[in-house]
């Protein structure tokens, strides 16, 4: 499968513990975002990288959220000292950067569910 | 501020009836509108987006920027159109808005 890929699918944590949640990309996007999307709601924005850049971070993302994509290829989101309501599940896309930005397509991967206990 | 509607959470319709999905925005600049769509244990894809006119899968969709509005139709639904769909907004500084979604139903 050569689409966006998602490590782990499930993770289930204590609260106060901190997790780590992996997304690798279709090889050559440079665009990579990170959603967080809860029953009966659609996908939330949380912050977007293009490249290694990341340029914009969602105001509702708590400081206890932290993405990096280091070598502009696969990305990790922390979050530190878990709660239960950051149960969710966590998508990730990514996109190529078109010449007419409108063409843009997202890629979504399957998504790491969390819950926290 | 930006915001997306699906009114409906929940849509049910008879194979071979038409369908209408409905989607309202709220965004102060020039709009890009897109419906996503969910098929049962598959990923979230992109189904069509207003500025390429295009039909897919029997499904169109067009801007109407007096009322808002960005409505999904398709004349004659299949039990395959089965699935969740979600209108997105995408606003500068390329953040996406998602509505709640809109489960439809095609019975056969």
């Known amino acids: 499968d050569t689409g966006v890929s998602q490590d782990p699918r499930h993770k289930i944590t204590k609260r106060g513990q901190n997790v780590t949640f992996r997304c690798d990309p279709i090889s050559e996007h440079n665009r990579l975002y990170w959603y967080r999307q809860t029953l009966g709601q659609g996908p939330e924005f949380l912050t977007y990288f293009q490249n290694e850049a990341q340029l914009e971070k969602s105001r509702l993302l708590s400081d206890r959220f932290s993405a990096e994509r280091p070598k502009g290829s696969f990305s990790t989101l922390e979050i530190q000292r878990t709660e239960q309501g950051d149960s969710a599940m966590y998508l990730c896309a990514s996109s190529n950067r078109q010449d007419t930005i409108r063409l843009e397509k997202l890629f979504f991967g399957s998504g790491t569910q969390l819950s926290v206990l | 501020a930006q915001r997306v509607t699906q009114p409906e959470k929940l849509l049910s319709v008879f194979k071979g009836a038409p369908v209408e999905l409905k989607c309202n925005y709220s965004?102060?600049?020039?709009?890009?509108l897109f419906w996503y769509v969910q098929y049962s244990r598959q990923r979230l894809q992109l189904l069509l987006r207003?500025?390429s006119r295009e039909s897919i899968k029997g499904f169109t969709a067009d801007l109407n920027k007096g009322e808002t509005s960005f409505h999904l139709k398709k004349p004659f639904a299949q039990e395959e159109d089965s699935a969740m769909y979600y209108c997105?907004?995408?606003?500068?500084?390329?953040?996406?808005?998602f509505g709640t979604g809109t489960s439809l139903t095609v019975i056969p």
């Open positions: 965004y102060s600049g020039s709009p890009e």
């Open positions: 207003h500025i």
């Open positions: 997105a907004l995408r606003v500068t500084g390329n953040q996406f808005y």
